[in-house]
């Protein structure tokens, strides 16, 4: 009894530090978990900067090109209303303008696009489960499918003979694909759950997407991609039944 006494006192402190060891584990286990489910979401905001950003910069060049017509009306002394003389330095002002306009119409497009993007991948992270697949899961599981497709021409003999082309690299599409293929596997990070910056992850994200594109273009050229038949088409509004779907034609 007195050794086992001497034993607690002497080993009392085992099972705390042992509990406390576990519960950060468990949190840090826990917050690495949060911050791969959140890296998708900082990726969308981050892309709201940058577009945004990008509008921004895209004004300033509308009103650079602006105040570039206004001087190429002053140096050729046209006026400022009514008909415009066609000199060669107002004309290009004016294309300039309108190509900036067109540019800043594109990056207010895309920065929509981009607060979309926001609200749908909040709305996806804050419903999702622990056992639903990380973000980087997610990519991985389309990196494989492209890496798959292109195995199964690899090592079905029949499939090889009727499309020798994806193997060949002296065509052009089959060429890219091995391009993106290459920059994918860079650019894959080692486990799901791996901490890596935001900008990792987008340029990961966009590798896949070109590889699952390059491969879609290499099987369309080489003949190999399955047709897909076109969606029915609907109406846009309800036809009447009363309605005659031909016009009658004059005799």
């Not at 082309?165 to 052009?172: A, E, H, I, N, V």
Request: glycine share 4%; net charge positive.
């Amino acid at each position: 009894m007195e050794m086992f006494l001497l034993f607690v006192e002497s080993w009392w402190w085992v099972a705390p530090v042992a509990a406390g060891a576990g519960a950060a584990t468990y949190a840090g286990v826990t917050a690495r978990g949060r911050r791969a489910r959140r890296i998708e979401l900082d990726a969308a905001r981050r892309e709201v900067s940058v577009a945004s950003r990008a509008l921004i910069a895209a004004r300033a060049r509308v009103r650079e090109a602006q105040a570039q017509v206004l001087s190429a009306r002053a140096a050729s002394g046209s006026p400022a209303f009514g008909r415009q003389l066609a000199n060669p330095e107002t004309v290009q002002a004016k294309r300039r303008l309108q190509e900036a306009k067109r540019e800043a119409g594109s990056a207010s497009l895309v920065l929509r696009a981009r607060r979309a993007s926001v609200k749908s991948t909040t709305a996806l992270y804050h419903a999702a489960s622990s056992a639903d697949p990380l973000p980087v899961e997610r990519l991985f599981a389309a990196h494989d499918a492209v890496v798959a497709r292109w195995m199964s021409y690899e090592t079905d003999v029949a499939k090889a003979i009727a499309y020798p082309q994806l193997s060949d690299t002296r065509y052009p599409a089959t060429l890219a694909f091995f391009r993106a293929y290459r920059a994918a596997q860079v650019l894959r990070p080692a486990s799901a759950r791996e901490r890596i910056p935001v900008e990792r992850f987008l340029e990961y994200r966009d590798a896949v997407r070109s590889l699952e594109a390059a491969f879609d273009e290499a099987e369309r050229q080489a003949g190999a991609a399955d047709p897909r038949p076109a969606p029915p088409r609907t109406p846009i509004w309800p036809v009447p039944a009363w309605l005659p779907m031909r016009l009658p034609t004059s005799e």
